[in-house]
Every structure is written in C-alpha cells, then in structure tokens.
C-alpha cells in the first residue's frame, strides 16, 4: 500500500480570541487524569499540562493591555525530526518523537526521574510528579480509563490528547480506513475552548484548518508565514507544533526574546 | 587495642580518641543517612525543588566532587603515564579522594532520581545520543577504575598482608596499575566533558547553550580541562587538611610543588579558554538569541555580574599566578590561598552551569526563579562528606596512605620488651614497604 505523507498535529491558538476563562486548563486535567493537592498555591509546583499565563504590555492605564496565553507542549521537532530539546536528553528514551504523528510522547513507566527534559525544556512544560497522586473520595471513578496516571517520581506533560489519537484510528480501522477526518482526533482543550481560540490539525495537511491558518514554511522548519502567526522562542531553533496569532504587535513580540533595536524580524532566526 | 593494625613505623592517636572522633563524624553521617531514608520513602517532596528547578543542590554537588575528584585521574596520568616519579608519594591519597568523590556522585544520583529502583534504565534503554547516559557509563566504570586502585592499598594493611594471596594480589595489581590509570584517565576524559555536555547541549535554555565541535559543545572541554586543572588542587587541599588536623608532614613538599605547578599551568590555561569561552558567548551567541549578557546578571536578588567575576578572576587566574611561580608555590601561606580559591572556582563554575541555567527565564513573560534547599538536601549532601572523613580516617589509621610518612615523622624505638610484642610473625611483614599505589 502506498504510503502516506507522515502526519504532524500541531495547534494554532488566536490570542485575540482567547478569554483567559481557563476551561482549556480545566478540560485538560480531567481528560489527562492531572493529579493535584489541596492546596495547589504554589505554583511552581502545580501540574499544568495546560497552562494559562496572563501578559500585559506594561503600559499604564490607560493605554494597558493584556493577552492570555495558553501554553501546553510544544511537541517541538528540533532542527531534525526528532531533536527536541527533551527527546535529545532523556538518557533512558523515556521520552520519544514520533516520525508517524510528531507528537512527543512521555512513556511513565520507563521514566526514572532524572528530570534532565525539565531542564532543558524552555517552556516549562514538564511536570514532575513530587508527590503521588490521591484523589478526593469518589473522584476515583470519575477518572479517565483511557489514560493512565502517573505515580511519584515521574516526569509528565501534554501529550496532544494522544490517547484520542489512538481511539480515532482504532474507530477508523474497524470501518476499513486508513486516514482519520479532521474532526476526529481533537484535543480535550480544543473541544472546551468556549471563544473557539484553539484549533487542532495536521500541519503537513493543506486542507486542515492549522494549515490554512498559519502557512507553515516547510523551508524553514514550518515557521509560520501568516503576518500574525508567530512561535514562542522561534530563535531557538526549538521548532514547535504550537502556533499563536494575534493581530497586536506587543504580543507577538513577547514571543520572543529581542535586542532593544531589534525588529521583530522573522529572517533574525538563529538556527534556520 | 588496635596497633596490630596499625603500619609500622608510624604513631596514631589512642584509640579511644579516634573512636570518639568517629562517633561524632558519625552522628552527622546518620543525620543524612535519616535525611536519605526520608528522601527515599517519602519522595523527593522533602526537598524544595520544584518544576523550575528539576537540577538543584544535589546536581551541583554531584558535578562539584567529581571536579574535584579529577585530582585521581589527573594525578595518575601524571604518574603512570607522564612518569612524574614524585608524585608516588601523594597518589595514594589522590586515589583515595577520587574513591571517596566518585562513591559520594553515585549516591547523590541515587538518591536525587525519582524512581531510584528503576536507576537501572539508564544502562538498560540507554539513548546514545543523551550526555547523562555517556555520564552513567562512564562514572560507573570509572569508579570500578577507583576501587581497582584502591583495593591494592587496603591490601597492604598489616594483618591483610600477612595472607599470601592478598599479598600477591596487592603486588601484581601495583604492577599493572598503569594499565588501570590509562583507562580511569579515558574514563575521566569522556565524563568530565559528558558533564559539562549536559549543560552545553541545552539548545533551548541560551545561558546554558555553547556551540562547539562535532556534537560535543565547548562545556565539555571546559569541564574535563578545569576538573584535571583543579582537582589536585583539592588533592593539595585535602593534604594540608590531613597535615593540620594530625599535626604531621605527610607528603614531601617536592610532590606537592610539582602537582601545584602543573595545577597552576593547568588552570592559567583554562582560564583563558573558560574567557574565551565567555568572551564567544556573550558577544555572538546570546546577542543572536536576542538577548544580552546582562539578561543575565540582572533583575534577580542574587545572581549578579560578581558572580562571572569571581569565578574567573579571582578564583581563576589569581590562584593561577600563585602556583605557576615558584614563590607563591614554596609560600605556605600563599599555597593554601591559591588551591582553596581553584577549589571554590571549579564550584562556582558547577553551581553556574547548574543552579543559575535553572533560576534565568527564557520565556519572556516569566521571571526569575529562586531556590533555597529544604534541611534534607543539606544533610544529604554532608552524607558523603561525615563519610569521606571516616574513609580517610580509617585509612590514615590503618592504611600505608602517606608512604612518606615514617620517614618524614621518625618515632623514638621501642624498649625491647615491647617491640617483640609487635614483631611479625610471617616472614612476608619484612618485606613491606610503603604502598605506592
């Protein structure tokens, strides 16, 4: 059988659109059995696959403006396929690139707490599990069978719902396909979003939205080619499957690191 | 009590003495031994590390004794390789200490990981391509080198020695003792440099990052030039330690001169590379990330630009003029300054390249991060120190460390009452002589 053009999910989030409401956080944990403590205060301790940051421009009123900016994995695919900062480090592949989909997958039970992907994950994105996971009385039932939690000692992060991949392609070979529709494998925080902010897809697929949204260069690592598209750190060559838009210019450069006189020039990336 | 133990021709304290010494060494050995089994059945919770600080106290303590363990493998070089002859009165203890480091980092590993039972993927699944994987193979190895170099020492204890096969085995080991310092040496090399990889390859964190040759970033020459550089340094310092504490000259001041003055070269050159090395990053490759140096010596309560200063000035090239004359080496004074500051620079280098790459945003709507360790990291990174000085004091007592030392402190003879009391009784006591390990 022919083979098909490998896949690459990645997500477009319009921070114009996104309201700050929380609900894509919120989607997230109860679909990914986020575990979390009484007190969840301190938030450099919290498990936040999704996670919410709230910018402003810095301006006084009233010239003040802010942008909230969900930030999950960035399934980052590196300068080559598979060279993200995380995959390349973990010194017992207990975290893999797949060819097949680009998502970055995290395999808990080979992972032995080093947490070496934490620290070379810019984004923040990797959680480690402190303390195991307890649920309130009850809760237990309410947990997803489809995705197992994780106990102490172990690193975890977004996974792009991969566990709905995985059921999608399942419902599609029972009824004798090979290619999943668009609307079939979506993430928990794209079905949530309330203001319709997030978008989920194929990259590499003209036809899917992600695509449309953003025009991915595949010359340049799939930068972005939409004016208002952008990636968080695009100079560090991290390449990630996460896309913003936003039509305000303070927001796409807080992006990105810049010198002061620099623009906020696309050509300046680094590892392109 | 023990003085059938005990080399002859050198004096130790009475024994109760040493015990009560060891009882309080051990007092603090427990305190951490409690603060590991915490560690270990509680969960890395009873430490104050956090998602933005995944590497902390341990991870610096970690890279900071295997820097300053270097001295075995240097030292050996040096000796068995390079034919330095003087320094076979100081390897001994060289050995020692790098024995002492490298057990101490497996320990630390042990316990900073999450999953300690599943420690054993890192050899099992390895990833070839990850710099923490070339570490574990390497450090492993290299400490079976260390205890392959130790074993010979421990053999040459009095009553061990009686038994011929031990005496036998300690012998032939000294004479392919070459063989073990090339390898420990190769070893060194690759981990020295994986661990300073580990920081470089960080494409992702620019405070962090380094360009480089083929796929090993500058760190990872950085780190194996600097721990050969100041590892004897801390062999030097641990010496002067032992002197002080047991009021003797262990160690002919010509092996300690000659390790300072290859020291002291050693670290002039690193420094030059390690401003080179700044020098490079600062003005092409954080400029090309879009930020600048200052990025990172500002906006934070602690990491300021002092922090690059004393690491490369005065704790770099100060200690460096020091030991490349032959002044500052034969000052004694002067000496202890230089190889304490070396000591500190290698530390602060680790501490940088671990703890500072944690605390700096990257993201630009995040800040700074800071990081006080919980009284269990503390104490489980004294462990291996209360255990590092009952290690060397058990082997001061019972072991022929210093081979220098009956000569250099000779002891008044005993009646002849007495001295038949501790007379040999195998043939093979006659033929000892101060190891050289």
């Known amino acids: ?272 | 009590m023990d003085s059938a133990l005990i080399p002859k021709g050198v004096k130790r304290c009475p024994f109760p003495q040493f015990i009560l010494f060891i009882a309080i060494v051990g007092a603090v050995l427990l305190w951490g031994v409690y603060a590991m089994l915490l560690c270990w059945f509680k969960g890395l919770n009873q430490t104050n590390m956090n998602d933005f600080y995944g590497f902390a106290l341990w991870i610096w303590a970690d890279l900071a004794v295997i820097a300053v363990g270097g001295g075995a493998f240097f030292t050996g070089l040096l000796r068995y390789i390079f034919g330095k002859d003087e320094l076979k009165n100081i390897i001994n203890y060289a050995v020692l200490i790098g024995f002492i480091c490298y057990s101490s980092a497996l320990l630390i590993l042990a316990i900073d990981i999450g999953q300690p039972l599943r420690g054993w993927f890192i050899f099992w699944h390895a990833n070839v391509h990850s710099m923490l994987t070339e570490v574990a193979f390497c450090l492993s190895c290299y400490f079976g080198v260390l205890t392959i170099e130790y074993i010979p020492l421990i053999l040459e204890n009095r009553q061990i020695n009686k038994v011929p096969f031990f005496h036998h085995l300690g012998h032939n080991m000294h004479e392919i003792m070459a063989v073990f310092a090339a390898t420990g040496a190769f070893l060194s090399f690759f981990h020295q440099g994986s661990l300073g990889g580990v920081a470089g390859v960080l494409y992702g964190r620019p405070f962090a990052y380094r360009e480089g040759l083929f796929i090993w970033p500058w760190t990872f020459f950085l780190f194996t030039w600097s721990a050969a550089a100041c590892g004897p340094c801390f062999t030097i310092l641990i010496t002067k330690i032992t002197e002080t504490v047991t009021r003797k000259k262990l160690v002919k001041d010509n092996a300690i001169e000659l390790l300072a003055k290859i020291s002291g070269w050693m670290i002039l050159t690193y420094s030059i590379a390690k401003t080179a090395d700044t020098w490079h990053w600062a003005t092409v490759t954080v400029p090309s990330l879009g930020q600048t140096l200052m990025d990172f010596y500002s906006n934070n309560p602690f990491y300021g630009i002092w922090i690059l200063i004393l690491e490369i000035a005065i704790c770099g090239f100060i200690p460096a003029f020091i030991l490349i004359t032959q002044k500052g080496r034969k000052n004694s004074a002067a000496l202890w300054i230089a190889v304490f500051l070396a000591v500190t620079g290698v530390c602060i280098n680790r501490w940088v390249m671990v703890l500072q790459i944690m605390a700096i945003p990257v993201l630009t709507f995040e800040n700074w991060v800071m990081y006080l360790p919980s009284w269990q990291e503390v104490a489980t990174t004294i462990l291996p120190v209360a255990y590092g000085v009952i290690l060397v004091a058990f082997s001061y007592r019972y072991l022929p460390v210093f081979p220098n030392e009956p000569e250099l402190n000779p002891i008044e003879t005993l009646p002849p009452e007495k001295e038949k009391a501790v007379e040999p009784s195998v043939e093979l006591e006659k033929e000892l002589k101060p190891a050289e390990a």
């Open chain 1, 1 to 272: 059988m022919k083979q098909k053009k490998a896949k690459k999910y990645g997500m477009v989030i319009d921070l114009d659109k996104c309201t700050g409401c929380g609900s894509c956080m919120v989607a997230c944990m109860a679909e990914n059995n986020v575990p979390f403590r009484k007190d969840e205060s301190n938030k450099v301790l919290s498990i936040t696959w999704m996670r919410v940051y709230k910018l402003t421009n810095g301006k006084p009123f009233p010239n003040t403006d802010i942008c909230y900016l969900p930030r999950p994995c960035m399934h980052c695919e590196g300068q080559h396929e598979g060279h993200s900062p995380c995959v390349s480090v973990c010194p017992a592949i207990a975290t893999d690139y797949s060819s097949e989909t680009g998502v970055v997958s995290q395999i808990y039970t080979r992972c032995f707490g080093c947490r070496y992907c934490m620290a070379s994950c810019p984004y923040h994105a990797r959680y480690f599990n402190w303390w195991d996971p307890v649920w309130p009385d009850g809760m237990e039932k309410y947990l997803s069978p489809n995705v197992s939690p994780r106990m102490r000692g172990v690193v975890e992060k977004c996974s792009f719902c991969f566990h709905r991949y995985q059921l999608a392609k399942e419902k599609a070979f029972m009824e004798g396909r090979r290619e999943l529709k668009e609307d079939e494998y979506q993430t928990a925080c794209t079905q949530a979003c309330p203001a319709g902010a997030i978008t989920f897809g194929d990259l590499n697929n003209p036809n899917h939205a992600v695509h449309r949204m953003v025009k991915p260069d595949p010359k340049h690592h799939g930068r972005p080619t939409h004016p208002n598209a952008f990636r968080l750190l695009e100079r560090l060559g991290t390449n990630p499957k996460v896309y913003y838009i936003s039509s305000r210019d303070w927001v796409r450069r807080a992006g990105d690191n810049y010198l002061e006189h620099e623009a906020e020039l696309k050509q300046t990336v680094h590892h392109g």
